[in-house]
């Protein structure tokens, strides 16, 4: 299960940057091609937030769809697959444009009191 070290990886680069401070919220994008499962992550976040400040933070996640352009003609479409033919001239395959990140878009740290 690579999420497990992707999701301690994602915990580190939160760690860091509250600079101590407790960590309350963290939003993530996760593309559909990424072939990471979100839940599989959500499963992880708890156990690599554990002792960091990242503990008992409420973890979203948002799901990015995937998206193609053709090299040949240059139409766009959105992809399941992350070698998908195009439908419109039937020549190209798709290259990928979106939907293999993974971001930390968000964190919110707990005010100071
Ligand atoms: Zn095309």
Request: charged share 20%; aromatic share 2%.
């Amino acid at each position: 299960m690579h999420e497990l070290s992707i999701t301690r990886s994602v915990v580190a680069i939160v760690a860091e940057r509250s600079l101590g401070q407790r960590v309350t919220r963290v939003r993530l994008e996760i593309g559909c091609l990424s072939a990471i499962v979100p839940d599989a992550v959500r499963f992880c976040f708890d156990i690599c937030a554990a002792g960091t400040p990242a503990e008992g933070a409420a973890l979203e996640i948002v799901e990015i769809q995937g998206r193609g352009r053709c090299p040949a003609c240059g139409e766009e479409a959105v992809l399941t697959v992350p070698a998908g033919r195009c439908l419109a001239c039937g020549t190209g395959h798709l290259t990928v444009i979106a939907g293999q990140e993974l971001l930390i878009k968000e964190m919110e740290l707990e005010a100071c009191a």
